[in-house]
């Protein structure tokens, strides 16, 4: 969603209104940007991310055999950093795809992570995701902006 006329000024994700769990709209120049601004949203309904200094850094890599689209990759993307969230008990803050390549010989990408170790007297939860879902969710390009979008609802 653009803020003016300028595509440098745009949301990079909001939240909207869901009667029983919690969806986010998020956007991206690229995809992915989208994938990053779809992890902060993410972790935004999770805690308050002007709390969550960028200390822990954690290499992420996604790869998946045989043809799949971006929907998909996104959800795995949300998938393994919830998991890094409940088992390792991190708290991110910060995403940067460092690689990306989804073809018919595969899907791959690379990422980095940044955050800090789940603290309850600093970070409060907001919110507990269980998973993203696949309800609803598909991923657009806006043809006069060029900017994407998705929308996704997560288990709560």
């Known amino acids: 969603m653009l803020l003016s006329g300028n595509k440098k000024n745009f949301i990079k994700y909001e939240t909207i209104e869901h009667l ?5 709209k998020a956007y991206g120049k690229t995809i992915n940007e989208l994938f990053e601004n779809a992890a902060e ?3 935004s309904i999770i805690t308050n ?3 969550v200094k960028k200390t822990v850094k954690k290499e992420i890599e996604v790869n998946i055999k045989g043809k799949v689209d971006n929907e998909d990759l996104l959800i795995v993307w949300l998938e393994k950093l919830l998991y890094f ?3 390792d008990s991190l708290i ?3 995403f940067k795809i460092t690689d990306f390549k989804n073809n018919s010989n595969g899907n791959y990408f690379s990422a980095l992570a940044k955050g800090e170790y789940l603290n309850l007297k600093k970070h409060e939860i907001l919110l507990q995701i269980k998973a993203p879902t696949y309800h609803g969710l598909r991923i ?3 043809k006069k902006t060029g900017i994407y ?5 997560f288990d709560v």
């Open 20 to 24: 029983s769990d919690a969806k986010l």
């Open 41 to 43: 949203g993410m972790f």
């Open 49 to 51: 991310l002007d709390n």
């Open 85 to 87: 969230c409940e088992v």
């Open 92 to 94: 991110f803050s910060y």
């Open 140 to 142: 657009r390009q806006d």
């Open 149 to 153: 979008n998705a929308e996704i609802i």
